[in-house]
């Protein structure tokens, strides 16, 4: 049940068995993305391990990943240039809460708004912030499809995501960023910092039905296969 996921050990490799059902379901495929749909951005900073920036869009029937861009050792201002060149404009990029670090002039939030970056926000912390994003995430990913030409990375970092049996935090190497930076995606929609443009389905409705993961079939809540 909901209230179970939220109580459950988290350990081993959290979001896999998640992927693989998404897989069987055919809900990693290749699709056309709606250019009509405003586009929301999803960031985990990182140095020595990559940064990653994940694209996502609300749909009428879920959310769709349609994005996903690593690199180490780059700044805002690359990650704004990527996803202008790939042709996106994001009207919110969600950063982690813990990304301004006290001095304006080198916090990220300040150089993604140089970069040009729109709608900057941060998460907001809870108690605990790396449990509490596994959780959303794992609640949400039902509804979730990715399109797998342009998230193959990103895909791969979830799948290999972990949490080793009897520790406080995942493990952390070169799948985690991508795997937070996905997991700060779901946390701004469920904080609504991400507004959804959804006909009859109110944000209330996208909190309360992806966070029981209930399906909505007679607004057309039916997460499609490809």
């Known amino acids: 049940t909901p209230e179970e996921a939220f109580t459950a050990p988290i ?4 979001y896999a068995d998640e992927i693989y059902k998404a897989r069987s379901e055919g809900r990693i495929c290749n699709f056309r993305y709606d250019e009509t749909l ?12 990559a940064s990653a920036v994940w694209l996502l869009q609300i749909t009428q029937t879920g959310i769709d990943c349609i994005w996903y861009h690593e690199a180490k050792h780059k700044s805002p201002q690359y990650f704004v240039n990527e996803v202008t ?3 996106f404009t994001p009207i919110r990029w969600a950063l982690p809460w813990d990304c301004y670090t ?12 140089q970069a040009g970056a729109q709608g900057v926000v941060r998460i907001h912390r809870t108690q605990n912030a790396k449990r509490d ?21 990103g895909i791969t970092n979830l799948e290999r995501f972990s949490w080793p049996e009897g520790k406080s935090k995942p493990l952390d190497n070169a799948y985690t960023d991508g795997a937070d930076a996905w997991g700060h995606g779901m946390c701004a929609i469920k904080q609504g910092l991400f507004t ?3 006909k009859n389905i109110t ?17 057309g809540w039916e997460v499609p296969s490809c």
């Open 11 to 14: 350990e081993g490799e959290v």
């Open 38 to 49: 405003p586009v929301f951005a999803a960031v985990d900073k990182g140095w020595e391990h």
């Open 85 to 87: 060149k790939a042709g």
């Open 102 to 113: 006290g001095d304006p002039k080198v916090s990220w939030e300040r150089q993604f708004k």
């Open 133 to 153: 994003r596994v959780d959303i995430g794992l609640n949400m990913i039902r509804r979730v499809r990715w399109l797998e030409s342009d998230c193959e990375v």
């Open 196 to 198: 959804a443009n959804m």
């Open 203 to 219: 944000t209330r409705d996208i909190e309360r039905d992806l966070m029981k993961g209930m399906h909505r079939k007679n607004k």
